[in-house]
C-alpha cells in the first residue's frame, strides 16, 4: 500500500514539473518574440527581408536623442580595468552611444536600444565588443573629434563582418 501512494506521488511530481516546464517554455517563446519584435524597431538598417542576420545593422538612434531621454548608466567605480572605462565613456559620451549599434547583437537577446543601452545595465562589463566600441568611440569623438554618425560608420566597417 505504502508503494502505490509512493509511486503515485511520484507521478504527480512528474506531472507538475512537466506543466511547469511548458509554461516555461512558452512564456520564453512570448519574451523572445517581443524582444525580437523591439529589435527590428525602426532604428533598423537592412530591411531587405531577404538580408541575412549577419549583414543587418543592429539596433541605435538614428537621430540623436536628449541625453535626458536616455536612461542612467550604471556607475563606473563598480567594475575594473577596461570595463571601468568603458563605463565611464557611457557616461561622457551617452547621447553619441546611443546613435551606435553594439554588434554583440544584444538588440536581439536583451531588447537592446543601442550601445548605449549595454551601460544600464551589467551587460558590458562582461562583453568584449561592447566596451571595445564604446571605447573606440569615445577616442574617436575626443581625439579625432568625428560625429556621432562618422563614428557609427566606422564602427560598422569594422564590427559588421
Not at 71 to 77: I, Q
Not at 100 to 127: Q, V
Request: charged content about 20%.
Amino acid at each position: 500500500m505504502k508503494k502505490n501512494w509512493l509511486l503515485i506521488g511520484g507521478i504527480v511530481l512528474l506531472l507538475l514539473a512537466a506543466v511547469l516546464m511548458i509554461n516555461s517554455t512558452q512564456n520564453n517563446q512570448s519574451n523572445s518574440t517581443a524582444t525580437n519584435t523591439v529589435a527590428t524597431a525602426p532604428h533598423h538598417h537592412g530591411t531587405d527581408p531577404a538580408a541575412s542576420s549577419a549583414e543587418t545593422m543592429p539596433a541605435h538612434f538614428e537621430v540623436a536623442p536628449s541625453k535626458s531621454a536616455l536612461g542612467p548608466t550604471l556607475d563606473p567605480e563598480k567594475f575594473f580595468g577596461s570595463a571601468r572605462d568603458a563605463y565611464r565613456a557611457a557616461r561622457e559620451i551617452p547621447v553619441t552611444l546611443a546613435q551606435l549599434p553594439c554588434y554583440c547583437h544584444c538588440d536581439r537577446e536583451f531588447g537592446h536600444k543601442s550601445l548605449h543601452s549595454c551601460f544600464e545595465d551589467d551587460h558590458a562589463a562582461h562583453c568584449a565588443v561592447c566596451v571595445n566600441e564604446a571605447l573606440l568611440a569615445l577616442k574617436l569623438e575626443k581625439e579625432q573629434k568625428m560625429t556621432p554618425a562618422q563614428i557609427r560608420e566606422t564602427i560598422v566597417a569594422q564590427y559588421s563582418h
